[in-house]
């Protein structure tokens, strides 16, 4: 398995493009190295990489005796989204996920099996398996190796994920810590109104399809102010990447939840939060009736 390129400067250049869409930047201005540096805690060095990345999707500009100039006005940077490649962790539990539902590795492994089925070091394979252990997919035993938990059972695992939402995800409105971020909130609606109105949704990447999902259902237990609710709906997030990725394929299905999301972001928007609530309810119910099988998604993602 071989070893992805560091995301750093990935994860930063989406972070530029965030600040430049909430400081609402028009094309033409000058992103600065420095200021950009101090507001994300980082030298100049890896800012100008994730420029330089930025510059190759032509999103900025390298100027001569000016450094970096945005090319796309704020409002055009809704969709954009700079997609980080995968790490050898994460590529290697996403792979012991996948095999344990294809049956090909065993309910019980050990740690050097792990690490001889996969080709990878002691460490990567201590802190995948860790990881695994923190969402709840496996368990270390008493004695020796670890032990797949029912998590991954195809007809425990989706009703068990939905019902766990069911049960957050609508409450989080109703929590007199629920403040709205209305930047995030806005940009949101923009990223739904882009793949609503998207004239061929089927070539929109499975990634930024998730990504979209995934986000939104975390900015409302976000805005809950209670943070092992936001622990908790993305542990499940990371689950559902895994075993419902393929179902994003569903060009109908998608831009029904487009609309349904929107609906939600309204009610947000017009104060109406027990009535977000129960959109909230009505939708997820909806996505676990229309969920694809299990196995037949990993075999869509594979």
């Known amino acids: 398995m071989a070893r992805s390129s560091s995301p750093s400067r990935f994860l ?5 493009l965030d600040f430049a869409r909430n400081a609402r930047f028009e094309a033409g201005h000058h992103l600065r190295e420095q200021q950009l ?20 999707k032509g999103i900025v500009e390298a100027r001569h005796n000016q450094g970096f100039v945005l090319l ?31 049956g090909t590795i065993p309910p019980s492994l050990t740690q050097s099996e ?20 923190e969402d709840g997919i496996i368990a270390r035993n008493k004695g020796h190796g670890w032990t797949f938990l029912p998590t991954l059972d195809s007809s425990v695992a989706l009703r068990s994920s939905y019902d766990f939402r069911l049960a957050i995800e609508p409450a989080s409105f ?17 990223q739904h109104v882009y793949l609503l109105n998207h ?10 399809l998730f ?15 209670n943070v092992f609710f936001l622990q908790s709906v993305q542990q499940q997030n990371r689950l559902r990447r895994l075993l419902e990725f393929g179902g994003y394929f569903a060009s109908r299905r998608v831009r029904a939840w487009c609309q349904e999301h929107l609906s939600i972001i309204q009610a947000v928007r017009s104060n109406d939060l027990a009535g977000a609530a ?11 009736e229309t969920a694809p099988a299990i196995d037949s998604s990993i075999r869509s993602a594979g």
Do not use: C
Request: negative net charge; without cysteine; aromatic residues 6%.
């Open 12 to 16: 930063l250049a989406n972070q530029i």
């Open 37 to 56: 540096g101090d507001m994300l805690g980082v030298s100049r060095t890896p800012i100008r990489a994730a420029l330089v990345l930025l510059a190759e």
């Open 72 to 102: 796309k006005p704020f409002d055009a940077l809704h969709h954009i989204e700079i997609e980080v490649p995968t790490t050898v962790d994460q590529g290697l539990y996403e792979q012991i996920v996948k095999d344990r539902l294809a």
């Open 114 to 133: 792990v690490a001889d089925r996969y080709g990878v070091d002691r460490t990567v394979t201590l802190r995948t398996l860790s990881r695994l252990a």
């Open 174 to 190: 109703l929590l007199k810590t629920f403040t709205v971020n209305s930047a995030a909130l806005e940009r949101s609606h923009l």
């Open 199 to 208: 004239s061929d949704i089927a070539s929109v990447s499975k990634a930024q």
């Open 211 to 225: 990504n979209t999902d995934a986000a939104f259902h975390e900015m409302f237990v976000e805005f809950s102010g």
């Open 278 to 288: 129960d959109l909230m309810r009505h939708h997820l119910s909806r996505a676990y």
